[in-house]
């Protein structure tokens, strides 16, 4: 589905710059139980995201900063928009690291398993975030571990300590 977007930012701690989704194509999505979406945005960038509830039947796609400045986007910017489901198993690109580590490791991989959709993408996110195989690796190795010995549960505190102490 495709739609035309203004760039509007909420003003908030939690939510800024973001295109609301029209109604009709959030219902196309939502119907489905899926608001998981292979987003476009003007024809070059492609990103795996969520259409978010905002309140009051308003959808919208968060638009972080990363991609507002590849794209040169500002508030009140027009950007077209084409959606497409995302049926991937996490929603994002899984780390082949992760996944070996995870095979090294039943107990750590039944506990990341174990973890809610969102948080499985937290990791999977967070030992994204590095380029370097040998990184995310470490990486990779810290989350099993931090799951493992916090009995399957994130504290994020916690876990972003160890990894700022592991300089990843």
Request: charged share 30%; with cysteine.
């Amino acid at each position: 589905m495709e739609f035309k977007a203004t760039v509007e930012n909420f003003n908030t701690r939690l939510w800024t710059y973001h295109i609301k989704v029209p109604p009709q194509v959030v219902k196309a999505f939502v119907a489905k139980g899926n608001k998981r979406v292979f987003c476009t945005l003007n024809g070059t960038l492609e990103m795996q995201c969520a259409i978010m509830p905002a309140g009051d039947d308003v959808w919208f796609i968060n638009l972080n900063k990363k991609i507002r400045d590849q794209l040169k986007l500002k508030e009140g910017s027009k950007v077209n928009v084409a959606l497409v489901e995302d049926d991937s198993e996490f929603g994002l690109p899984f780390p082949e690291e992760l996944g070996e580590c995870m095979e090294q490791d039943p107990e750590g991989k039944k506990h990341f398993y174990n973890l809610t959709p969102g948080k499985q993408r937290n990791i999977i996110y967070a030992v994204n975030q590095v380029k370097d195989t040998d990184l995310k690796i470490r990486r990779s190795m810290i989350m099993i571990d931090h799951l493992k010995n916090n009995n399957g549960k994130i504290d994020f505190r916690k876990l972003y300590a160890e990894l700022k102490q592991s300089s990843l």
